[in-house]
C-alpha cells in the first residue's frame, strides 16, 4: 500500500439504530488525522435526526470527503482507490444483505463490494436485535467472504460510568481492527492475583 493512502479510511452509516456509533468514530479519525471518505444513506439522515442532537449537515463536517448515495462512479467505487478499507457502522441488516449478496444498489454497498474484491479490510457493525435466520445466513456470508463483524457489545470490565463511555469503547474496539489506537479502549490488564 502506498505510504500517502495509508491514513485513509471509507466510512458508511446506514439507517440502523446507533448512528452515534458512526459520529463517534468519525470524530475519533478526525482527532486522529485519518482522512475520511464519507458515505450516508438516506435512512441514516432520518435516523441521525431521530437519534441524535446533529444534522446530517454536521455529520458530514466532520468527513473530509463526502459522496452523495447515487454517485456509483464516486472515487471510492473503484478498485484503485486505495485505502486502508472500510467500515460500516451502523450497518442495518438491508445494507448487510446487499454486501453479503454482491447486488449493490448504492455507493455505500458498492464501496464496501470493491473493499471485499481489493482484499482490504471491511468493517461491518450490524445494530440489529433479535436476529432470525436470514440475517445469521447473511452474517456468514460477509464473513466467508472476508468481511469482519463487529456488534457493538458493551464491556462492562471497563466499568463505565455512562452511555458515552459505552460508545467510546465499542467504537475503539472497532478502530483496533485497523490498527488504530485512540486511547478510547480501556484495556483489560488480567485479574488480580488473590493471596
Known sequence: MPQQTARRLVVGISGASGVIYGIRLLEALQAEQIETHL?????????IAYETTYTAKQVQALAHKVYPLADIGAAIASGSFASMGMVVIPCSMKTLAEIATGVTGNLLTRAADV???ERRRLVLVPRETPLHLGHLRNMVSV?????????????????????????????????????????????????????
Open 39 to 47: 458515505v450516508l444513506t438516506r435512512a441514516a439522515e432520518m435516523t
Open 143 to 195: 464473513t466467508e467472504i472476508g468481511a469482519i463483524l463487529a456488534p457493538p457489545m458493551p464491556a462492562f470490565y471497563a466499568a463505565p460510568k455512562s452511555l458515552d463511555d459505552l460508545i467510546d469503547h465499542s467504537v475503539g474496539r472497532v478502530l483496533d481492527l485497523f490498527g488504530l489506537e485512540t486511547g478510547l479502549v480501556r484495556r483489560w490488564q488480567g485479574s488480580p492475583l488473590k493471596k
Open 115 to 117: 473493499t471485499l474484491k
